[in-house]
């Protein structure tokens, strides 16, 4: 497969199911006015999140990179991420949050590529550059909490979701996907978030990933951190939005102990958050993640685990108390006394032992499911995985002897036992059968006279979670995406409008100053006069050559602007006030 991005060590760690994900960055199509936006937010960002933002912000802005003036390159960044033991890829918008949490376990930012529309400029529902490269990558500078981000991904991929958790996925990508979008008429706007809505409120018991997809929300993109009374901002969606980073931090915003709890708190993407959660410091994350990772299935098992899986309709994985892995999508469990007795799967399964698939058990092998009883034989106090090669004679559980296994819950295997599989400490896993009989009661669970049937060796169903043990047992570059980031065609009007942000950056970056910024300002006042961000550059560049004349021509301009749109009054505002601060400094 062709790389759509330059690989370094540790993308090279990348398997493959991840890779389908990542795409080219396309640096070249990011128009004059995207760097405008991009460096209005970093300014202002910088600017104030010195203040409020926590030290690792501005100190790791430095460390991995990220220019204030320029979108950064994701090929420039990975070099000097790599210094942290970190990379970045490029991606099309939400992806599964299975697999942005994988990426994070091997270390890899997922970075959005697109840039948001000047009319969001202070926020958008959408990942892009500056939620991602000015927010994320900043903090993971940081080594206590890039390690929770680490684990945060390695524990996040694993948890179960629901069919209804994908629904809910495809839904936000959409409606983030239509927001950006140029043009999109306001009705089918509110028709995608009313969609989210009703899923919202009718999702039923909350899944595994739901639970977990709060607290990354809670920390990782609107975190706060320190004194309950005065706290920092180290959550990239507060970081990212010039519009929340402030608000969070009055009074109208409610600031509550960061626990556990907040990974039963719901949010509503569409919306600014009306209360946020303070962490006392990073390493505090990782202790609150532990404790929900002990309430997961992965590290509890048993019936529920079981039944998690089945009810998520997903590719997963039981492990078992010999360390055997049973990857496959699991559909059916008899219990007996509270605990599974028997578990199948459908489809194509794969056995493995500690995350690598045992010879002679992938796919191929197991390609119509397979199913294997649970437990401690019926009336015996020793279970199979305990015994020594002497007690497995003793019970006739021996090669060549045709016998009948009873186990608790009245599940019955009876057959002629050929072979045995064992680890490396000798312990038995699997026990292959010829001419066998698997039944429960008086169902028969399965039957053959020709083939092989072997039996799962485990007392007890230790762990189960999301995916397979060994990733390279499946095909898993499957994903298609129901629909791609929306890019219409430039009017010529656009396009002009696209040179005149041109002609003005290259003037400030001393590439050409040959161009007349009086004409320019002329052109933009008669063909964009609901433009504003590109007077802001040019009162920028008058002030700096003490031509106060043409400062006053521009600000007299703003205001009209301001007058015939006042939902952008605070952001010229604010763009004024930079450079203003920017002389007095």
């Known amino acids: 497969m062709e790389t759509a991005y330059e690989s370094n060590p540790i993308l090279d760690k990348l398997p493959q199911h991840l890779r389908q994900y990542i795409k080219p960055q396309n640096y070249e199509d990011y128009s004059p006015i995207d760097q405008a936006v991009w460096r209005y937010v970093m300014r202002k960002n910088v600017d104030y999140l010195s203040q409020v933002a926590h030290e690792s912000y501005v100190e790791g802005l430095k460390k991995t990179g990220i220019s204030i003036d320029h979108i950064p390159n994701m090929y420039g960044m990975n070099r000097i991420l790599k210094e942290i033991g970190w990379a970045a890829v490029a991606v099309d918008g939400f992806i599964p949050p299975a697999a942005f949490m994988e990426f994070q376990a091997y270390n890899v930012l997922v970075i959005a590529s697109d840039i948001r529309q000047l009319e969001n400029i202070e926020y958008t529902p959408a990942p892009d550059i500056i939620h991602e490269g000015a927010g994320h990558a900043p903090i993971i500078a940081n080594p206590e909490y890039a390690e929770y981000l680490r684990r945060f991904g390695e524990i996040g991929c694993k948890a179960i979701s629901s069919a209804k958790d994908y629904e809910l996925y495809e839904a936000v990508r959409h409606l983030s996907i239509i927001k950006e979008a140029d043009g999109t008429p306001e009705k089918e706007i509110t028709e995608a978030e009313k969609h989210i809505e009703e899923l919202q409120q009718n999702m039923g018991k909350p899944s595994e990933m739901a639970l977990i997809r709060n607290l990354h929300w809670w920390t990782v993109e609107y975190g706060l951190i320190g004194m309950v009374e005065n706290p920092k901002i180290y959550g990239a969606g507060l970081l990212s939005s010039i519009g929340e980073s402030t608000w969070c931090m009055t009074d109208q915003v409610k600031k509550i102990p960061y626990s556990i709890e907040a990974a039963h708190t719901e949010f509503d993407i569409t919306k600014p958050q009306p209360q946020l959660f303070v962490t006392p410091d990073f390493a505090f994350l990782s202790q609150v993640l532990e404790d929900f990772a002990d309430n997961m299935a992965l590290r509890r098992g048993g019936l529920d685990g079981v039944q998690k899986l089945i009810n998520s309709k997903e590719l997963g994985t039981l492990e078992l108390s010999t360390g055997l892995q049973i990857s496959g999508n699991f559909d059916k469990v008899i219990a007996h006394d509270g605990k599974p007795v028997y578990v199948q799967t459908k489809g194509s399964t794969a056995l493995a032992y500690r995350e690598k698939e045992l010879i002679g ?225």
Request: aromatic share 8%.
């Open 361 to 585: 058990h992938g796919i191929e092998k197991h390609n119509d499911g397979f199913g294997t009883p649970i437990g401690k034989l019926k009336g015996i106090n020793l279970a199979i995985e305990d015994m020594g090669p002497r007690d497995l004679k003793a019970y006739n559980i021996y090669e060549g002897e045709t016998i009948t296994l009873e186990f608790e819950g009245k599940i019955k295997i009876s057959g002629k036992i050929i072979t045995g599989t064992r680890n490396l400490q000798g312990k038995i896993l699997l026990v292959t059968f010829e001419n066998c009989k698997v039944t429960h009661g008086k169902e028969v669970l399965f039957e053959s006279k020709t083939g092989t049937y072997s039996m799962a060796v485990g007392q007890e169903i230790i762990s189960a979670f999301h995916g397979p043990a060994d990733v390279g047992s499946f095909d898993l570059v499957t994903h298609e995406l129901s629909e791609t980031t929306i890019k219409k065609p430039k009017t010529k009007e656009r396009q002009r409008l696209e040179t005149l942000y041109l002609r003005i950056r290259e003037w400030r970056e001393n590439i050409d100053t040959t161009t007349s910024r009086g004409k320019v300002f002329q052109e933009l006042k008669e063909n964009y006069p609901n433009d504003w961000l590109l007077s802001v550059e040019l009162y920028e560049l008058a002030h700096v050559d003490g031509n106060k004349a043409f400062a006053k021509e521009i600000i007299d301009h703003l205001e009209t602007v301001k007058q015939n749109n006042p939902k952008v009054g605070h952001l010229i505002d604010g763009g004024l006030k930079l450079v203003d601060m920017a002389l007095v400094n």
